[in-house]
Nanobody, 128 residues
Framework: QVQLVESGGGLVQAGGSLRLSCAAS????????TGWFRQAPAKEREFVAT????????YYADSVKGRFTVSRDNAKNTVYLQMNSLKPEDTAFYYC?????????????????????WGQGTQVTVSS
């Protein structure tokens, strides 16, 4: 029911900024939370940020708190991840996911098992 496509990745120098987009297509009448995850080479997948359908609830991993901001524009079916003050350790493959069928408009979760739809991902590389 939901297809997600990430974009906006690329190469940026340390201290720079990048804005990722997650565009959703398909038809669903459910409200859903969206999460951002990342995986670096030789590292496990880790949670980055999440936002409720309403946009009123957000949560960030400690490693990105204060630097990353997640937002959404439901009229455009798009969720954004604004990444500022990027560090080389932020280098990873980033992907978004949708949690469909849980909670309501204020629901959000860090639990990857609650995300049933995943995008193809986009590479973010931060050089030193």
């Amino acid at each position: 029911q939901v297809q997600l496509v990430e974009s906006g990745g690329g190469l940026v120098q340390a201290g720079g900024s990048l804005r990722l987009s997650c565009a959703a297509s398909g038809r669903t009448f459910k409200s859903y939370a969206t999460g951002w995850f990342r995986q670096a080479p030789a590292k496990e997948r880790e949670f980055v940020a999440t936002i409720s359908w309403s946009g009123g609830n957000t949560y960030y991993a400690d490693s990105v708190k204060g630097r990353f901001t997640v937002s959404r524009d439901n009229a455009k079916n798009t969720v954004y991840l604004q990444m500022n003050s990027l560090k080389p350790e932020d280098t990873a493959f980033y992907y978004c996911a949708a949690s469909v069928g849980y909670g309501g408009s204020d629901y959000y979760t860090r639990d990857p098992t609650r995300y049933g739809y995943w995008g193809q991902g986009t590479q973010v590389t931060v050089s030193s």
